[in-house]
């Protein structure tokens, strides 16, 4: 098992930024990934950007890149997604995931919603 917590989620006005914190524990052990994702009102959950743990490669959503940043503090087995110039349809509960496994960087391994254990979810709320 592996548990996932999340924190930082809030409002925020537009322009602004958060860091989302996502901190793994139990049996983390051969982690492949570890990703975010969102699911805004009305909509399904997407993979907005994720890290390859082995080398720490990251992936992202194209049109986010400018504006998020993920990043790991390998010893905490924690990770970061640094949003910055937050915008309104950025709203959304935004999901921690963890896949265990090998192999080399997969952008399908690391965006597909297959992950093995999520977060409960932490709630960004952008104000126009």
């Known amino acids: 098992q592996v548990q996932l917590v999340e924190s930082g989620g809030g409002l925020v006005q537009a322009g602004g930024s958060l860091r989302l914190s996502c901190a793994a524990s139990?049996?983390?052990?051969?982690?492949?990934?570890m990703g975010w994702f969102r699911r805004a009102p009305g909509k399904d959950r997407v993979p907005v950007a994720a890290?390859?743990?082995?080398?720490?490669?990251?992936w992202y959503e194209d049109h986010l890149k400018d504006r998020f940043t993920i990043s790991r503090d390998s010893a905490k087995n924690t990770v970061y997604l640094q949003i910055s110039n937050l915008k309104p349809e950025d709203t959304a509960v935004y999901y921690c995931?963890?896949?265990?496994?090998?192999?080399?960087?997969?952008?399908?391994?690391?965006?597909?919603?297959?992950?093995?254990?999520w977060g409960q979810g932490t709630q960004v709320t952008v104000a126009s």
């Open positions: 139990g049996r983390t052990a051969n982690t492949y990934a």
């Open positions: 995931a963890w896949r265990q496994g090998s192999g080399r960087y997969s952008i399908l391994q690391l965006t597909a919603p297959t992950y093995h254990y």
């Open positions: 890290l390859y743990w082995s080398d720490g490669s990251p």
